[in-house]
T-cell receptor, first 116, second 111 residues
Framework: GAVVSQHPSWVICKSGTSVKIECRSL??????MFWYRQFPKQSLMLMAT?????????EQGVEKDKFLINHASLTLSTLTVTSAHPEDSSFYIC????????????FGPGTRLTVL | GEDVEQSLFLSVREGDSSVINCTYT??????LYWYKQEPGAGLQLLTY?????DMKQDQRLTVLLNKKDKHLSLRIADTQTGDSAIYFC???????????FGTGTLLAVQP
């Protein structure tokens, strides 16, 4: 089946630093990748949609300059949390869509970010 | 905007059936999904149903869709301790075709 990986699986950083999270589709080409954020005991909130080779589309309320998304190839998207603060601590999950007839999204295992 | 609601918690005994309910507001949904999330992990697609279907059965899982009432349910037969997880319903379709997730239901299976 389709596999999506994320790296790192967890990261702890100091306030003010930037953190990059990678999302890779391992055995298929992803025309579209999505980035979600999940707070403890809450649902997933879509942050942005990225299509390969074009700028990401951000959801309302998500700061573009804060959460930089790059989708440089059909198998890799990156999310960079710039100048991280404790309130950015969360579980970040990516998903990838292959663009086949059935519009299934395949989810990565998530990255736990803790900002001290 | 779109809204997807679920009850927060369900506790069942091993071997019993579990029924997790979901209501949604977007009448233009094309697909409705059930995902499972185990602690500290990503989401696993369990099953999905196309909006013009009423029911779908897949081994121990039965999905019922009442489009008139915008109500979706997931029945797990012979619930096992390994079924303990958070279950999210989600819908897609409409103008944006994005996945909109429900609030999640924590299923606790007692041995």
């Amino acid at each position: 089946g389709a596999v999506v990986s994320q790296h790192p699986s967890w990261v702890i950083c100091k306030s003010g630093t930037s953190v990059k999270i990678e999302c890779r589709s391992l055995d298929f080409q992803a025309t579209t990748m999505f980035w979600y954020r999940q707070f403890p005991k809450q649902s997933l909130m879509l942050m942005a949609t990225s299509n390969e080779g074009s700028k990401a589309t951000y959801e309302q309320g998500v700061e573009k300059d804060k959460f930089l998304i790059n989708h440089a190839s059909l198998t890799l998207s990156t999310l960079t949390v710039t100048s991280a603060h404790p309130e950015d601590s969360s579980f970040y999950i990516c998903s990838a869509r292959s663009g086949q007839v059935f519009d299934e999204q395949f989810f990565g295992p998530g990255t736990r970010l803790t900002v001290l | 905007g779109e809204d997807v609601e679920q009850s927060l918690f369900l506790s069942v005994r091993e071997g019993d059936s579990s029924v997790i309910n979901c209501t949604y507001t977007d009448s233009s949904s094309t697909y409705l999904y059930w995902y499972k999330q185990e602690p500290g992990a990503g989401l696993q697609l369990l099953t999905y149903i196309f909006s013009n279907m009423d029911m779908k059965q897949d081994q121990r899982l039965t999905v019922l869709l009442n489009k008139k009432d915008k109500h979706l349910s997931l029945r797990i037969a012979d619930t096992q301790t390994g079924d303990s997880a958070i279950y999210f319903c989600a819908e897609s379709g409409g103008a944006t075709n994005k996945l909109i997730f429900g609030t999640g239901t924590l299923l606790a299976v007692q041995p």
